[in-house]
């Protein structure tokens, strides 16, 4: 799906309609947005790539303490660098629509999770995200204790095999409860 950097074509954005839960006005407002993150106006659109660190100063998504994370998850760099093409763009975009399923959001919350990659939430894992919520900060930061508490209380709660880890299916199951979840993990442009 090659898109010039000055439209696309009612083919284009029928395809990406097709593949994702975003309306066509959200699919030209995306691309409307993306053409404005790029440095420079290139011919080859769909294959440039904007860093982490411009995505990351997005309104939508500054404030949100999982920024990073979200552009490493999305990302399909092969250098893990978290820098995002258009398709990379509208594949977030989709995951946090209003219409992504909670089985979509789920996934990719999970995924962003899990800092180290290896397919569950450990004990560090969920350290990170407290830490992500709670502020890096000496005043912000829960004590050793208070940490090790949480941890405690969130596996008793979600580690339904008892290995010590969260797993996919073990999160989802939590995130099935949550009716706040769906309705919260969401960006608006």
């Given amino acids: ?26 699919i030209l407002h995306a691309h409307r947005l993306f053409k404005q993150l790029l440095s420079s106006d290139l011919t080859d659109f769909q294959r440039t790539r904007v860093p982490k ?22 990302s399909t760099a092969l250098d893990r660098d978290g820098s995002l093409c258009f398709e990379d763009f509208l594949d977030m975009l989709s995951a946090f629509s209003e219409s992504a399923t909670p089985e979509i959001k789920s ?16 004990r560090e894992d969920l350290k990170k995200l407290v830490n992500c919520l709670t502020g890096d900060t000496a005043d912000t930061q829960l004590s050793e204790a208070e940490m090790s ?8 709660e979600s580690d339904i095999d008892k290995d010590g880890t969260v797993n996919l299916s073990e999160f989802q199951h939590v995130i099935s409860r949550s009716a706040d979840f769906v309705s919260s993990f969401k960006i608006v442009l």
């Fill in 1 to 26: 799906m090659g898109a010039s950097a000055s439209h696309l074509s009612k083919e284009q954005l029928s395809e990406y309609q097709e593949l994702t839960f975003l309306t066509k006005q959200d």
């Fill in 149 to 156: 508490q949480l941890i405690n209380n969130i596996l008793e």
């Fill in 53 to 74: 660190s411009t995505i990351c100063e997005l309104p939508e998504l500054k404030a949100n303490p999982f920024r990073e994370r979200i552009c490493l998850v999305f």
């Fill in 107 to 122: 996934h990719y919350a999970f995924r962003i999770f899990d800092f180290d990659d290896d397919g569950t939430l450990d």
